[in-house]
């Protein structure tokens, strides 16, 4: 499973973990759905699921006439799971390359605002690291 496969997975997992409560372990197999998964996507789940309330105030910082409740589901993971990866995985991951990760995941799986207003947001939180 390439990186790109592990943070479509990661988006999931955490969606379901957002909406039904799911711990992370079960909502990985859930997605995985059989498949084999690997260490990276493990380390995004419960990195975020670990740090969410740090991740959380992170991104309310940086939201502007909104609140991380009134986000859709899908843009508050995809943004959850790149503050993660910036603050945790900084070292490991180029900044640019988890945006770029980030906004091209949005245009998948968000409406047609996801990736302008994920590529906004990160764009602020990575200017303050």
Do not use: C
């Amino acid at each position: 499973m390439n990186r790109r496969t592990a943070r479509e997975k990661a988006l999931q997992a955490l969606f379901q973990i957002d909406i039904s409560h799911n711990d992370p372990s079960s909502a990985i197999e859930h997605v995985l759905d059989g498949k084999a998964g690997n260490d990276f996507l493990s380390k995004l789940v419960f990195g975020v699921v670990e740090h969410q309330s740090e991740i959380d105030r992170v991104i309310s910082e940086n939201l502007e006439k909104w609140s991380l409740e009134r986000l859709a589901i899908v843009d508050r993971n995809l943004l959850r799971l790149a503050v993660y990866e910036l603050n945790f995985l900084q070292n490991e991951i180029p900044k640019n390359v988890i945006l770029n990760e980030a906004i091209e995941i949005a245009k998948i799986y968000g409406d047609d605002q996801s990736s302008k207003f994920v590529n906004a947001v990160l764009s602020k939180i990575k200017e303050k690291l």
